[in-house]
């Protein structure tokens, strides 16, 4: 399979994911939809995530720099964190749940701003896209601790742009 057929793949996948993930959060903060089935589309989210942000740092990895290869990097701890966050907590802050919760919220932050700052130096997605990454992710984060009505704001804003970056690697104009 070709390059570009990857990255189109992994378009799809990233938007599918970028869907998702808000969904499951407006679920559970506006319509207490209860934590195992918002669990699960978070879960799958997620899944999906890891693999589209793999095509999304693949399509611009020479132009993005070291900061964008940390942001990468962090971004797939905070993944990886969030579906083992996802699976202990059932719908309860609990046991490694608990040690879990920080590091997911600060990898996303940073990761989001390092990656956003090295997708903005590559000019290869849509600029407003990756503002989009970082303004959802400081909402998010406090949001969580805060106010979760933060977290569906965010998590919506923070789709949008995930979902246009996948959009770009689906439509493989590149």
């Known amino acids: 399979m070709s390059s570009s057929n990857l990255f189109r793949w992994s378009g799809l996948v990233t938007i599918l994911g970028g869907v998702l993930l808000p969904t499951s959060w407006i ?56 579906l083992g966050e996802c699976w202990l907590q059932n719908g309860e802050l609990t046991g490694a749940a608990i040690v879990l919760a920080p590091i997911v919220g600060v990898t996303m932050l940073l990761g989001f701003i390092l990656l956003g700052i090295g997708s903005w130096q590559a000019n290869k997605l849509p600029r407003w896209a990756v503002v989009l990454w970082v303004i959802g992710g400081a909402l998010i984060v406090p949001g969580f601790a805060v106010q979760p009505i933060l977290v569906v704001i965010g998590g919506v804003i923070q789709g949008i742009g995930i979902v246009a970056a996948g959009a770009k690697l689906w439509m493989g104009k590149y």
């Open 27 to 82: 679920l559970r903060f506006v319509f207490s939809v209860s934590r195992p089935y918002t669990g699960t589309v978070e879960f799958i989210a997620t899944i999906l995530l890891v693999f589209g942000f793999m095509g999304v740092y693949g399509f611009q990895h020479e132009q993005s720099g070291v900061l964008g290869f940390l942001g990468f990097v962090l971004i797939i701890i905070h993944s990886c964190c969030a």
